[in-house]
């Protein structure tokens, strides 16, 4: 689904705030609530958790009235917290202090591209990377016949399956931005894409179905990859 950069840009404002003392002492950027701060930051934590986030691998963000929240660059996810969370507009540009991730524009790509999308989150699992890589760039990795299918929206049956595109890797992000575009225009309906020998990219209508859909899309990696 796509729509009008103008339609969308104007649903996130332009204001640069500035960064606030909150409760407890801790420090968030104004515009930026607190409590979702708080919930990215514990989505980072649980991620690393899982082996899905080692170190300080993975970016994850979430649509706000206010702008992107996303990670700040170079943070180890097993000690993510709210203060590590930043704002940015529709373009990446940061609306306050502190480097937003590197891969801020793929994110970005995804809440221009659908305005439905309200959480994307990056991760760098074992079964993700190793898989993309046995597929390779301009493929598409299916699993088919697995009960988690349905995990997913459009999929009513086990029998429908789930096609994820692979993209070749780059530190160009504006290479890679156009790889994962003409990507996600072959396979419209795919709820993620993943990166060669790099990892995956999953997204939801909200934060809590992003989380399940990195869930389900992990059991069925782990069981592709041990067919």
Known sequence: MTHSRASLKAR?????????????????????????????????????????????????SQRTDA???????????????????????????????????AETLLHCQLYRRDPIIGAVLHTHSVAATVLSRRVGAGGTLVAAGYELVKAFPGR?????????????????????????ESALDTEPTAPAYLIAGHGSYVWGRDLAAARSQVEALEFLLACLLNE
């Open 12 to 60: 996130l404002p332009s204001r640069k705030p500035n960064v606030r003392l909150v409760a407890n002492g801790m420090v968030v950027q104004t515009g930026l609530d607190l409590e979702t701060a708080q919930k990215l930051a514990e989505t980072g934590r649980w991620l690393h958790a899982h082996g899905w986030a080692p170190a300080t691998s993975g970016n994850f």
């Open 156 to 180: 009513s049956s086990h029998e429908i399956p789930l096609r994820l595109p692979v993209v070749a890797n780059s530190q160009d992000m504006q290479v890679l931005m156009a790889a994962a």
């Open 67 to 101: 702008g992107i929240a996303i990670t700040s660059s170079g943070r180890d996810k097993s000690q993510l917290t709210a203060e590590q969370i930043l704002l940015v507009d529709l373009d990446g540009r940061p609306l306050g202090e502190g480097r937003p991730s």
